[in-house]
């Protein structure tokens, strides 16, 4: 008798703990099924680390939606092969006036954010490049600048002053050498940063009006004497780069210049995340200052567009959940700025950053110009194109075939 009573007290017990475990899983699978994942495509892969401290606290707020972001390399030219098979992520970076941009608004690919109310908390110059047909289907949320990093105990040591004119740039680069010093490091191995150089000459000579005229087939690059005097200045400056330019990649230029092997960095103030990562004291040793290309500083421009402008795909599946992060991010625009080390689209934002103040005059005073390949026909397919082009020419530095190479992109993407 007592061995019944205890066999059933047991598989009651039993029964009871199969019910609370199946309760339990049900409550996991159901709570599970209230999480909306989106995918945040986005092509900066030194900002993997700040978005991933703004998603921790956008998921924090938000519990029931999770972010997933997604970073790979070449990541435009992916995004743009996603977009022709149809597999667009939640939200993703786009940049205004670009091709690529013009053809998916028009095409109904991006979702309208032109009433939102975070629109009103960008700087209105910047966010109006991106209406097209009275509308906007992206957002800015941080600019890009392009200058000059240099090494301050190289200059002290040289005497050197920081350069504001194009004469008293290659006078610096020129003492520099005779010194014994690197003046100009360089990681022209990767394609795109031949022309993140080279695209500073470019802006310099030529405006919006001059993109618009040469995609309708009205200019002629050979023979044109901005052209080659544009070309000349970038031989000018690549004899003064360290002797393996052509074989040292991005990643290497970087620790190169961290590690104070040259005096002087051509580049986006992108990389400034990436550099004090590697040199813990950057901020103490190294400034900025605007690429002086022309004898005129009052002329010199920085180029500077939107490097982190967001859109939504028109087709998602969770475009609330989408804008709600899109809407986050702008708010959280000062601690992006100040993680980032970027300038900011968005009004009442405060740049902090010791580094980035060499440039700051620049980009409030308006000399700053867009990048020029954002008014290119053929967007990325382009950019690309122009990338390898621009790795020729420093290799064999034959200005006429440049020229010639660089007239015949042009004229392919034409419609």
């Known amino acids: 008798m007592k061995k019944i009573i205890l066999l059933t007290l047991l598989s009651i017990a039993l029964l009871t703990g199969c019910g609370d475990s199946d309760a339990d899983s049900n409550e996991t699978a159901s709570n599970n099924s209230d999480v909306t994942t989106i995918e945040f495509f986005q092509v900066k892969p030194e900002a993997v680390q700040t978005f991933n401290e703004l998603i921790e606290k956008f998921e924090g707020e938000y519990p029931n939606i999770k972010v997933e972001q997604n970073t790979v390399p070449d990541g435009m030219t992916v995004l743009k092969t996603r977009f022709s098979a149809n597999d667009i992520p939640d939200v993703f970076i786009t940049y205004p006036v670009e091709a690529d941009y013009v053809l998916r608004a028009n095409n109904d690919y991006l979702l309208d954010i032109t009433d939102e109310p975070f629109i009103e908390k960008v700087n209105k110059e910047i966010q109006d490049r991106y209406i097209e047909n009275d509308r906007m289907y992206g957002v800015a949320l941080s600019l890009n600048a392009n200058g000059v990093l240099y090494n301050k105990e190289i200059f002290e040591k040289h005497g050197v002053e920081v350069p504001e004119s194009w004469d008293e740039l290659l006078t610096v680069m020129e003492t520099l050498q005779e010194a014994g010093e690197v003046p100009v490091i360089m990681g022209n191995q990767n394609p795109d940063q031949t022309s993140i150089f080279n695209l500073n000459f470019i802006a310099q000579e030529f405006d919006a009006d001059y993109w618009e005229s040469l995609n309708a087939g009205n200019e002629t690059i050979v023979g044109d004497p901005r052209w080659e005097k544009a070309a000349q200045k970038m031989l000018d400056v690549l004899q003064y780069a360290q002797d393996d330019h052509m074989g040292t990649d991005y990643d290497q230029g970087n620790t190169m210049f961290a590690n104070g092997d040259g005096a002087m960095y051509f580049m986006g103030a992108w990389v400034l995340p990436t550099l004090r990562e590697m040199n813990p004291n950057f901020d103490n040793e190294f400034g900025y200052f605007p690429f002086p290309q022309t004898n005129n500083p009052g002329e010199n421009i920085t180029i500077s567009g939107v490097d982190v402008g967001l859109s939504i795909a028109a087709n998602t599946e969770y475009p609330e959940e989408s804008l709600k992060f899109v809407e986050f991010l702008i708010d959280e625009a000062q601690t992006f700025a100040d993680l980032d080390g970027s300038f900011s689209a968005v009004e009442g934002v405060e740049i902090s950053d010791s580094i980035l103040q060499g440039l700051l005059p620049q980009i409030e005073s308006g000399q700053v110009a867009n990048w020029p390949n954002h008014y290119w026909a053929g967007g990325t397919a382009a950019e690309a194109d122009f990338?390898?082009?621009?790795?020729?020419?420093?290799?064999?530095?034959?200005?006429?075939?440049?020229?010639?190479?660089?007239?015949?992109m042009f004229a392919s993407y034409r419609q």
């Open 387 to 408: 990338r390898s082009h621009s790795q020729n020419f420093f290799i064999h530095q034959d200005i006429n075939q440049f020229l010639q190479d660089i007239e015949e």
